[in-house]
């Protein structure tokens, strides 16, 4: 099946500062999503983007499918952007069987 | 106005016993979805519905008997419970074409002991 790699598993960031998580895939993909888990458990979707580029609020998300990877920019950071931030994948076999990245698990400090 | 509600939030209950939970969604979607969320956080997809009909089946053991009564709900019922079946279970809903987005629902932790 389509793998899926996360990079970096861990950032501690401070306040005020801006971040880039990375997403690597190894197949061409129908459906390219990113979430945010909060410290409650919660699954947020950010962005649902299998190309191209998206932006809201804060946050923006770009995936260049051609060269298999995806971006999340994450811009003054905040506390409550703490937490794990997964990239999933659907590998257009037609079955939108999502595989999910190991996630990148992010902590903002004061 | 809940868009994928899961029932219930926390499930705590002994080996052996047999436990099912219940999933809703109201986005009009008619595929679902269930995950498995592991003690190191990673997601797998189990089992997938689309119009009532299985479409995914994981390797799952068939201790896990998937339900769907109705396009809007996905029930998974659990036999025999095993100490390995502790894990954050969430229930997940798309539609089969346009964009295949899915919403994931709040997840139920099963603990057990």
């Known amino acids: 099946g389509i793998q899926v790699e996360q990079s970096p598993p861990d950032l501690i960031l401070q306040e005020g500062a801006n971040s880039t998580l990375r997403c690597n895939f190894s197949d061409s993909v129908n459906n390219l999503q990113w979430f945010h888990q909060n410290p409650w458990g919660q699954l947020i979707n950010l962005f649902y983007?299998?190309?191209g580029t998206k932006q809201n609020g804060r946050l923006s998300a770009t995936t260049v499918a051609t060269e298999r990877y995806s971006l999340l920019y994450i811009s003054s950071s905040q506390t409550t952007d703490s937490g794990v931030y997964f990239c999933?994948?659907?590998?257009?076999?037609?079955?939108?069987?999502?595989?999910f990245g190991k996630g990148n698990q992010v902590v903002v400090i004061p | 106005d809940t868009a994928v509600s899961q029932t219930p939030k926390y499930l705590v209950t002994q080996m052996g016993n047999d436990k099912s939970i219940k999933c809703e969604q109201n986005l009009g979607h008619d595929t679902m979805y269930w995950y498995k969320q592991d003690s190191k956080k990673f997601l797998k997809i189990m089992f997938s519905?689309?119009?009532?009909?299985?479409?995914i089946n994981e390797t799952v053991p068939n201790r896990f008997s998937p339900k769907s009564p109705d396009k809007a709900h996905l029930n998974l019922h659990i036999n025999s419970l095993e100490l390995g079946d502790s894990a954050v279970y969430f229930c997940?809903?798309?539609?089969?074409?346009?964009?295949?987005?899915?919403?994931f629902g709040p997840g139920t932790r099963l603990t057990v002991t």
């Open positions: 999933a994948v659907e590998g257009g076999y037609g079955n939108n069987r999502l595989a």
């Open positions: 983007i299998p190309s």
């Open positions: 997940a809903s798309s539609q089969w074409t346009d964009s295949y987005e899915q919403y």
């Open positions: 519905y689309n119009n009532k009909e299985l479409i």
